[in-house]
Protein backbone atom coordinates (compact mmCIF):
# COMPACT_ATOMS: atom_id res chain seq x y z
CA UNK A 1 0.00 0.00 0.00
CA UNK A 2 2.98 2.20 0.62
CA UNK A 3 4.12 2.36 -2.94
CA UNK A 4 0.82 2.89 -4.38
CA UNK A 5 0.13 5.71 -1.94
CA UNK A 6 3.37 7.24 -2.83
CA UNK A 7 2.55 6.97 -6.85
CA UNK A 8 -1.10 8.33 -5.84
CA UNK A 9 0.85 11.62 -4.28
CA UNK A 10 3.10 11.76 -6.99
CA UNK A 11 0.11 11.60 -9.86
CA UNK A 12 -1.63 14.15 -7.58
CA UNK A 13 1.61 16.65 -7.26
CA UNK A 14 1.65 16.53 -11.08
CA UNK A 15 -2.35 18.06 -11.54
CA UNK A 16 -3.57 14.37 -11.99
CA UNK A 17 -7.01 12.88 -10.95
CA UNK A 18 -6.84 10.04 -8.28
CA UNK A 19 -9.55 8.39 -6.76
CA UNK A 20 -8.99 7.88 -2.93
CA UNK A 21 -11.01 5.81 -0.32
CA UNK A 22 -12.44 7.87 2.82
CA UNK A 23 -14.46 6.84 5.66
CA UNK A 24 -17.41 8.28 4.08
CA UNK A 25 -17.55 7.31 0.50
CA UNK A 26 -14.55 7.15 -2.57
CA UNK A 27 -13.33 10.84 -3.33
CA UNK A 28 -12.10 11.87 -7.19
CA UNK A 29 -9.10 14.16 -5.39
CA UNK A 30 -7.03 16.31 -7.43
CA UNK A 31 -4.50 19.40 -6.04
CA UNK A 32 -7.23 21.82 -4.26
CA UNK A 33 -4.94 25.04 -5.39
CA UNK A 34 -4.06 23.45 -8.93
CA UNK A 35 -6.98 25.50 -10.67
CA UNK A 36 -6.25 23.17 -13.75
CA UNK A 37 -6.36 20.07 -11.93
CA UNK A 38 -9.64 20.48 -10.73
CA UNK A 39 -10.90 21.49 -13.37
CA UNK A 40 -10.53 18.00 -14.45
CA UNK A 41 -12.91 16.75 -11.73
CA UNK A 42 -15.47 18.75 -12.99
CA UNK A 43 -15.19 17.82 -16.64
CA UNK A 44 -14.72 14.05 -15.33
CA UNK A 45 -17.89 13.90 -13.51
CA UNK A 46 -19.74 16.21 -15.60
CA UNK A 47 -20.32 18.37 -12.32
CA UNK A 48 -22.17 22.15 -13.26
CA UNK A 49 -18.96 24.53 -12.37
CA UNK A 50 -22.11 25.83 -9.94
CA UNK A 51 -21.40 23.21 -6.97
CA UNK A 52 -18.67 23.54 -5.12
CA UNK A 53 -15.80 21.36 -3.76
CA UNK A 54 -14.96 20.02 -0.58
CA UNK A 55 -11.45 20.47 -0.14
CA UNK A 56 -9.72 17.04 2.30
CA UNK A 57 -6.81 18.18 4.32
CA UNK A 58 -4.78 16.02 6.87
CA UNK A 59 -4.20 18.36 10.18
CA UNK A 60 -6.05 21.08 11.58
CA UNK A 61 -3.19 23.60 10.89
CA UNK A 62 -3.62 22.64 7.02
CA UNK A 63 -7.55 23.67 7.66
CA UNK A 64 -6.39 26.81 8.86
CA UNK A 65 -4.47 28.29 5.63
CA UNK A 66 -7.46 27.74 3.56
CA UNK A 67 -9.53 29.67 5.69
CA UNK A 68 -9.72 33.58 5.98
CA UNK A 69 -11.18 33.48 9.21
CA UNK A 70 -11.10 30.26 11.87
CA UNK A 71 -13.94 31.24 14.19
CA UNK A 72 -14.25 29.65 18.08
CA UNK A 73 -16.94 27.05 16.78
CA UNK A 74 -14.43 26.00 14.05
CA UNK A 75 -12.30 24.72 16.97
CA UNK A 76 -14.88 23.07 18.76
CA UNK A 77 -15.72 20.95 16.19
CA UNK A 78 -12.39 19.90 14.73
CA UNK A 79 -11.24 18.75 17.84
CA UNK A 80 -14.69 16.61 18.77
CA UNK A 81 -15.23 15.22 15.35
CA UNK A 82 -11.75 15.40 13.18
CA UNK A 83 -10.95 13.30 11.61
CA UNK A 84 -14.01 12.75 10.46
CA UNK A 85 -17.54 12.48 8.91
CA UNK A 86 -18.27 16.76 9.16
CA UNK A 87 -17.56 19.70 7.03
CA UNK A 88 -16.85 22.75 7.95
CA UNK A 89 -17.54 25.74 5.98
CA UNK A 90 -15.51 29.01 6.85
CA UNK A 91 -14.62 32.26 4.97
CA UNK A 92 -11.95 31.46 1.99
CA UNK A 93 -8.41 32.36 1.94
CA UNK A 94 -7.52 33.76 -1.26
CA UNK A 95 -4.91 31.18 -1.77
CA UNK A 96 -8.34 28.62 -2.69
CA UNK A 97 -8.65 28.71 -6.35
CA UNK A 98 -12.30 30.07 -7.24
CA UNK A 99 -13.02 26.85 -9.69
CA UNK A 100 -12.34 25.12 -5.82
CA UNK A 101 -15.67 26.85 -4.45
CA UNK A 102 -18.05 27.45 -7.28
CA UNK A 103 -17.14 31.42 -6.66
CA UNK A 104 -18.23 31.29 -3.24
CA UNK A 105 -16.86 33.71 -0.83
CA UNK A 106 -16.68 30.38 1.71
CA UNK A 107 -14.86 27.12 1.82
CA UNK A 108 -15.37 23.47 2.57
CA UNK A 109 -13.30 21.90 4.67
CA UNK A 110 -12.70 18.12 6.20
CA UNK A 111 -10.55 16.09 8.02
CA UNK A 112 -11.18 12.20 6.73
CA UNK A 113 -10.30 9.74 9.55
CA UNK A 114 -9.43 7.27 6.78
CA UNK A 115 -5.95 6.27 7.35
CA UNK A 116 -4.99 5.78 3.53
CA UNK A 117 -6.80 9.72 2.79
CA UNK A 118 -4.72 10.91 5.50
CA UNK A 119 -1.50 9.01 4.32
CA UNK A 120 -1.69 10.29 0.38
CA UNK A 121 -2.79 14.03 1.60
CA UNK A 122 0.64 14.12 3.53
CA UNK A 123 2.45 12.67 1.37
CA UNK A 124 1.38 14.93 -1.64
CA UNK A 125 2.04 17.92 0.57
CA UNK A 126 -1.12 19.82 -0.73
CA UNK A 127 -5.02 20.00 0.30
CA UNK A 128 -7.16 17.73 -2.29
CA UNK A 129 -10.05 18.74 -3.68
CA UNK A 130 -12.61 15.73 -3.47
CA UNK A 131 -16.39 15.09 -4.05
CA UNK A 132 -17.75 11.84 -4.71
CA UNK A 133 -15.71 9.95 -7.54
CA UNK A 134 -18.98 8.87 -9.36
CA UNK A 135 -20.58 11.02 -12.60
CA UNK A 136 -23.07 13.67 -11.49
CA UNK A 137 -25.94 12.80 -10.17
CA UNK A 138 -25.35 8.75 -9.47
CA UNK A 139 -24.52 6.98 -6.91
CA UNK A 140 -21.91 7.18 -4.51
CA UNK A 141 -18.86 4.60 -4.56
CA UNK A 142 -18.25 2.87 -1.70
CA UNK A 143 -16.00 0.37 -3.27
CA UNK A 144 -12.76 0.85 -5.49
CA UNK A 145 -15.01 -1.49 -8.10
CA UNK A 146 -17.33 1.18 -7.69
CA UNK A 147 -15.46 3.64 -8.57
CA UNK A 148 -13.96 1.68 -12.05
CA UNK A 149 -17.44 0.84 -13.11
CA UNK A 150 -18.57 4.42 -13.12
CA UNK A 151 -15.27 6.33 -14.10
CA UNK A 152 -13.32 3.96 -16.13
CA UNK A 153 -10.33 5.68 -17.87
CA UNK A 154 -11.64 9.21 -16.74
CA UNK A 155 -9.65 8.67 -13.98
CA UNK A 156 -5.74 8.78 -13.58
CA UNK A 157 -5.43 6.01 -10.95
CA UNK A 158 -7.59 4.68 -8.44
CA UNK A 159 -6.28 3.68 -4.74
CA UNK A 160 -8.21 0.67 -3.38
CA UNK A 161 -8.73 1.25 0.59
CA UNK A 162 -11.14 -1.39 0.89
CA UNK A 163 -14.84 -0.85 1.63
CA UNK A 164 -15.84 2.59 3.20
CA UNK A 165 -17.10 2.30 6.83
CA UNK A 166 -19.34 5.23 7.24
CA UNK A 167 -20.82 4.58 3.68
CA UNK A 168 -22.73 8.22 3.14
CA UNK A 169 -21.20 11.65 2.44
CA UNK A 170 -20.54 13.72 5.31
CA UNK A 171 -22.65 16.29 7.13
CA UNK A 172 -21.91 19.57 6.26
CA UNK A 173 -22.06 22.14 8.68
CA UNK A 174 -21.35 26.65 7.61
CA UNK A 175 -20.09 28.64 9.63
CA UNK A 176 -19.86 31.35 7.70
CA UNK A 177 -22.80 32.92 7.99
CA UNK A 178 -24.91 34.61 11.24
CA UNK A 179 -25.53 31.14 12.71
CA UNK A 180 -24.11 27.96 12.47
CA UNK A 181 -26.24 25.89 10.02
CA UNK A 182 -26.40 22.23 8.57
CA UNK A 183 -26.31 22.41 5.25
CA UNK A 184 -26.46 18.80 4.66
CA UNK A 185 -27.40 16.18 7.44
CA UNK A 186 -25.19 13.13 7.42
CA UNK A 187 -24.10 10.57 10.11
CA UNK A 188 -22.37 13.03 12.64
CA UNK A 189 -26.23 14.12 13.46
CA UNK A 190 -27.60 17.69 14.79
CA UNK A 191 -27.97 16.62 18.60
CA UNK A 192 -24.35 15.41 18.47
CA UNK A 193 -23.69 18.54 17.11
CA UNK A 194 -25.37 21.37 19.23
CA UNK A 195 -23.67 18.95 22.47
CA UNK A 196 -20.74 20.77 20.79
CA UNK A 197 -21.84 24.46 20.01
CA UNK A 198 -25.11 24.55 21.21
CA UNK A 199 -28.59 25.63 18.48
CA UNK A 200 -27.90 25.28 14.91
CA UNK A 201 -30.60 26.08 12.29
CA UNK A 202 -31.01 23.21 9.51
CA UNK A 203 -31.78 23.12 5.69
CA UNK A 204 -29.78 24.10 2.69
CA UNK A 205 -31.77 27.38 1.10
CA UNK A 206 -29.66 29.32 -0.74
CA UNK A 207 -26.64 28.95 1.03
CA UNK A 208 -25.57 25.63 -0.70
CA UNK A 209 -26.06 25.36 -3.98
CA UNK A 210 -24.83 22.37 -4.61
CA UNK A 211 -28.13 20.61 -2.98
CA UNK A 212 -29.66 19.15 -5.98
CA UNK A 213 -33.29 17.23 -5.42
CA UNK A 214 -31.93 14.89 -7.61
CA UNK A 215 -28.90 13.13 -6.52
CA UNK A 216 -27.21 10.09 -5.37
CA UNK A 217 -29.46 7.73 -8.05
CA UNK A 218 -29.46 4.25 -8.72
CA UNK A 219 -30.37 4.05 -12.67
CA UNK A 220 -33.48 1.63 -11.21
CA UNK A 221 -36.52 3.80 -10.31
CA UNK A 222 -36.72 4.52 -6.48
CA UNK A 223 -39.95 4.20 -4.87
CA UNK A 224 -40.55 5.76 -1.29
CA UNK A 225 -43.22 3.45 0.86
CA UNK A 226 -44.65 0.61 -0.43
CA UNK A 227 -43.71 -1.56 -3.47
CA UNK A 228 -45.47 -1.14 -6.67
CA UNK A 229 -47.85 -3.67 -8.02
CA UNK A 230 -46.44 -3.73 -11.06
CA UNK A 231 -43.17 -4.98 -12.49
CA UNK A 232 -40.82 -7.09 -10.25
CA UNK A 233 -38.32 -5.08 -7.72
CA UNK A 234 -36.89 -5.59 -4.10
CA UNK A 235 -38.08 -3.71 -1.18
CA UNK A 236 -35.33 -2.44 1.37
CA UNK A 237 -36.92 -2.16 4.91
CA UNK A 238 -36.98 -3.06 8.62
CA UNK A 239 -37.04 -6.84 7.92
CA UNK A 240 -33.99 -7.24 5.74
CA UNK A 241 -31.69 -4.22 6.82
CA UNK A 242 -30.25 -2.93 10.12
CA UNK A 243 -32.25 -1.64 12.68
CA UNK A 244 -29.24 1.06 13.71
CA UNK A 245 -28.03 3.61 11.62
CA UNK A 246 -23.89 3.40 11.53
CA UNK A 247 -24.64 -0.29 10.22
CA UNK A 248 -27.49 0.66 7.79
CA UNK A 249 -25.27 3.55 6.29
CA UNK A 250 -22.55 1.32 5.83
CA UNK A 251 -24.63 -0.93 3.87
CA UNK A 252 -26.66 1.52 1.84
CA UNK A 253 -24.58 2.24 -1.08
CA UNK A 254 -23.57 -0.99 -2.06
CA UNK A 255 -27.10 -2.72 -1.73
CA UNK A 256 -27.86 0.05 -4.11
CA UNK A 257 -25.00 -0.68 -6.21
CA UNK A 258 -25.81 -4.95 -6.02
CA UNK A 259 -29.48 -4.11 -6.90
CA UNK A 260 -28.66 -1.79 -10.10
CA UNK A 261 -27.07 -4.66 -11.75
CA UNK A 262 -29.99 -6.52 -11.47
CA UNK A 263 -32.71 -5.10 -14.36
CA UNK A 264 -35.50 -4.36 -11.86
CA UNK A 265 -37.94 -2.62 -12.29
CA UNK A 266 -37.93 -0.93 -9.33
CA UNK A 267 -36.19 -0.68 -5.69
CA UNK A 268 -38.57 0.31 -3.06
CA UNK A 269 -37.14 1.77 0.24
CA UNK A 270 -39.39 1.88 3.34
CA UNK A 271 -38.05 5.11 5.07
CA UNK A 272 -36.23 5.06 8.52
CA UNK A 273 -37.35 7.14 11.23
CA UNK A 274 -38.14 10.78 11.72
CA UNK A 275 -35.02 11.12 14.23
CA UNK A 276 -31.45 13.29 14.21
CA UNK A 277 -29.49 9.90 14.18
CA UNK A 278 -31.32 8.66 10.79
CA UNK A 279 -31.56 12.46 9.30
CA UNK A 280 -28.41 11.55 7.05
CA UNK A 281 -29.72 8.51 5.67
CA UNK A 282 -33.62 9.38 5.02
CA UNK A 283 -31.52 12.63 2.96
CA UNK A 284 -30.03 10.53 1.03
CA UNK A 285 -32.68 7.72 0.42
CA UNK A 286 -35.64 10.63 -0.62
CA UNK A 287 -33.21 11.74 -2.74
CA UNK A 288 -32.29 8.75 -4.73
CA UNK A 289 -36.06 8.43 -5.34
CA UNK A 290 -36.36 11.99 -7.16
P1 LIG B 1 -20.04 16.57 -2.28
O1 LIG B 1 -21.24 16.62 -3.20
O2 LIG B 1 -20.03 15.42 -1.34
O3 LIG B 1 -18.78 16.83 -2.98
O4 LIG B 1 -20.25 17.80 -1.27
C1 LIG B 1 -20.16 19.08 -1.70
C2 LIG B 1 -21.37 19.82 -1.24
O5 LIG B 1 -21.04 20.64 -0.11
C3 LIG B 1 -21.82 20.77 -2.31
O6 LIG B 1 -22.72 20.14 -3.18
C4 LIG B 1 -22.46 21.90 -1.54
O7 LIG B 1 -23.82 21.61 -1.29
C5 LIG B 1 -21.70 21.88 -0.22
N1 LIG B 1 -20.69 22.94 -0.23
C6 LIG B 1 -19.39 22.82 -0.55
N2 LIG B 1 -18.77 24.02 -0.44
C7 LIG B 1 -19.69 24.89 -0.06
C8 LIG B 1 -19.68 26.29 0.22
N3 LIG B 1 -18.57 27.02 0.13
N4 LIG B 1 -20.84 26.86 0.60
C9 LIG B 1 -21.98 26.14 0.70
N5 LIG B 1 -22.06 24.82 0.45
C10 LIG B 1 -20.93 24.20 0.06
MG1 LIG C 1 -21.37 13.52 -4.75
Known amino acids: MSEEIARAAELLRAGKLVAIPTETVYGLAANALDEAAVRRIFEAKGRPASNPLIVHVSNVAMAKELALNWPPEADRLATHFWPGPLTIIVPKHPIVPDIVTAGLPSVALRMPSHPVALAVIEAAGVPLAAPSANRFTQLSPTTAQHVRDGLGSAVDFVLDGGPCTVGIESTVISLSGLNPRILRPGMISRTQIEGVIGPVDVGAGEES????????????????????????????????????????AGQLYGRLHELDQQCLDWIAIELPPDTPEWAGLRDRISRAAN
Do not use: C, F, W
Not at 210 to 221: D, L, M, N
Open 209 to 248: PGQHPKHYSPRTRVVIGDSPLEGHGVRLDASNMPGDPATY
